[in-house]
């Protein structure tokens, strides 16, 4: 289940490569807090009426970095892994899902990232954003992505406790 292993990010390097690597720690620090679960572990939610459960995290993250990297950096015209409306919440719907298809998924999507981040010429590369209705730079999709992996890590932090007491980075 795990993108790569966690390595620190340097202490001093350049932007992109900092950028980058963050992202990648956090990316691993999602897998390490997935690992080793049952399906109906990943499944289980964190208190009515809330969607929120470590499957469903999965399966949103691999979502937003398709929108992220291959629809808006790539420009590819695909629609989203679990909804053909857009819908972002629709991958917290993981009753029948299970932790293979959503891993899959996930890792593919974060191979096509890579590869779509690492082809850009520069930070500064601008892009249109329909949904926010503005160009935007691959500097703030890379730090939009560093954001929303440090802020669902955090959730995955207190559903893995309550699954099974685990905590720690």
Do not use: C
């Amino acid at each position: 289940m795990t993108i790569d292993e966690r390595i620190d990010p340097p202490r001093r390097a350049g932007e992109r490569e900092t950028l980058r690597a963050y992202l990648d720690y956090h990316r691993a620090t999602l897998a390490r807090k997935t690992e080793g679960l049952t399906d109906a572990q990943l499944r289980r939610r964190s208190m009515p009426p809330s969607k929120l459960s470590l499957l469903g995290l999965v399966r949103h993250l691999a979502e937003v970095e398709r929108a992220w990297f291959r629809r808006t950096l790539g420009g590819e015209d695909v629609p989203l892994v679990w909804s053909q409306e857009m819908d972002f919440q629709a991958a917290f719907d993981d009753a029948e899902a299970t932790g293979a298809a959503a891993f899959a998924a996930w890792q593919a999507e974060v191979a096509h990232s890579r590869r779509i981040e690492a082809a850009a010429a520069s930070l500064d590369v601008t892009v249109h954003q329909p949904r926010w209705g503005e160009d935007v730079s691959l500097r703030l999709i890379m730090l939009h992505m560093i954001h929303e992996y440090a802020r669902h890590n955090g959730h995955a932090d207190f559903l893995r406790e309550g699954i099974d007491g685990t905590v720690g980075p």
